[in-house]
């Protein structure tokens, strides 16, 4: 019997992982570059400005419609640290209309929420942190953004 409910939640687990994607595999600066480029969007390398000693590298890409942010960290603490901070950000300036969603699996953690007309998502891959925010009008297309991404 306990075996049974061993291969059961094994089974389980496996499942839940299988569905929410599992492990996520991170982006170099170059990948990350070569996929946005290939569908057309400019990506600026702002490292150079960027004030904080734990990140390596800041790319921004800038459209009519959105903004993203792709950020590698010194480490995978450092980006975990960081995501949770801009994901504190983003819940302490919901309205009063809000909804988010929030995934944290193995490698990564997602958060995405819409508040007062305006949509913002963050995700950690590892030591990399990608950060969008645009009017809920294009949170479609900035989902689709982040799935090309794998992120």
Same mark, same amino acid.
């Given at each position: 019997m ?19 994607? &599992? ?8 990948? @990350?570059?070569?996929?946005? %480029?290939? %569908? &057309? ?24 419609? *959105? %903004?993203m942010q ?5 480490? %995978?603490?450092d980006?975990?640290?960081?995501? /949770? ?9 919901? &309205?009063? /209309? ?12 997602? @958060? ?33 953004? *982040? ?5």
């Amino acid at each position: 019997m306990k075996r049974i409910a061993l291969v059961v939640l094994i089974a389980i687990i496996a499942l839940a992982l299988v569905a929410c994607g &599992g492990p996520r595999e991170v982006l170099s600066v170059e990948e @990350f570059t070569s996929r946005m %480029e290939a %569908e &057309g969007f400019s990506v600026e390398d702002l490292t150079h400005v960027w004030q904080d000693p734990f990140v390596e590298t800041f790319l921004l890409v800038e459209t009519g419609d *959105f %903004e993203m942010q792709f950020f590698v960290f010194e480490s %995978e603490a450092d980006a975990r640290a960081s995501f /949770s901070h801009i994901k504190g950000l983003f819940e302490d300036a919901r &309205g009063s /209309s809000s909804s988010h969603t929030e995934t944290n699996i193995a490698n990564f953690n997602r @958060f995405r929420q819409t508040t007062d007309g305006r949509f913002e998502a963050i995700t950690r891959v590892e030591d990399t942190l990608v950060v969008a925010q645009t009017s809920a009008e294009n949170r479609a297309d900035v989902n689709a953004v *982040f799935d090309l991404l794998g992120y």
